[in-house]
């Protein structure tokens, strides 16, 4: 993989662009992706975004988000547009597989594929230019940065500014988190005197779900935790049946792990969900409990040292039960 710098002057000559980001995309993954369309079409590329799955509605608002395409949804024109690209942008992902069914055609396209990432152990290989940070806030922040180090900030506009605040915003829990670097505030700074409104992007974010959303929580919360005081962990395992039973949709269970953590003394937090295809594990930490690692070993999985998922082709009941197996072996490190 060579330096994103080495790509900068391949900028001004118009090309078909294609930029994909992982699956079930989240508000890092949409905004930076979008955040790069708006500023790629200024060159004159031909520029298309695609997503490998369906999205949650309260990313709906996004600018020109009714341009994306959905891979699963229109695989046919999906595919042509990807076999005619000159250039892939892998934006917050850094393993082919995390685009799911749209991996295949990423792979066999004849583009070079640029990465712009910040999960741990990128596949390097698979890049033809790019960077990875792992000390990087959000793949947005990194959007950020490619367009100011290539000299465009003249480029910037408020477009840019909305989609690059929402990965920034989502990704380091409203500027909570302790990758919310310097560097993370000059730039929203910046984003600021470009006119950007943040509390209507909080708001289009975060106040914006149907009843039934909050009155699931309420319901899991009650009786789908478990506490588990001996590890100072907590697990909330979610059925098919419980997801339909409050028609649940993408983006609806997001957050949901966040609340095990705010319970005094508890470090690490587990939440799976029975989807469709697989069942979906969310892990969280705080402090020197390393999910990432947690995730790649028992749970085919992986992503940041404090936030990271997993999968399993198991039932809910039999991942459920290693859980409770694996976790034995952390006790220590946990207390
Ligand atoms: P979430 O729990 O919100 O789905 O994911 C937490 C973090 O881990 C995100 O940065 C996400 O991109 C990453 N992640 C989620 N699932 C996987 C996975 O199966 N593999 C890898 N490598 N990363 C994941
Ligand atoms: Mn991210």
Redo the contacts with the bound molecule.
Sequence with gaps: MKAISEFYPLLNQPKNVVITT?Q?P?G??MGSSLALYHFLIQFGHNVTVISPTNWANFLQWMPDVNKVIDFEAHQHKAQTLTEHADIIFCL????LH?TKHFAKIIEQAKAERILIDH?EQPQVEAFAYGISNIYKSSTCEMVYDFIIDSENADKLNLNIAQCLYTGVMT?TGSFRFPITSASVHKMVAHLKELGLQHTVIHENIYDNFLENRLRFTGFVLLHRMDVLYEYNAALMSISKQDLLKFNIKTGDT?GL?NYLLTIEGIKFAAIVIDRDEER?????SKGNFDVNTF??KHF?????FN?????SSDTLEKTTAKFYEVIKEYQQQLQ
């Design positions: 992982h079930k989240d890092d993954a917050d992902f850094n393993v995390r999960h990704d997001e792990v979906k594990w969310s892990f969280r995730a790649r085919e999985g992986g992503g940041h936030a990271a998922g997993g999968r």
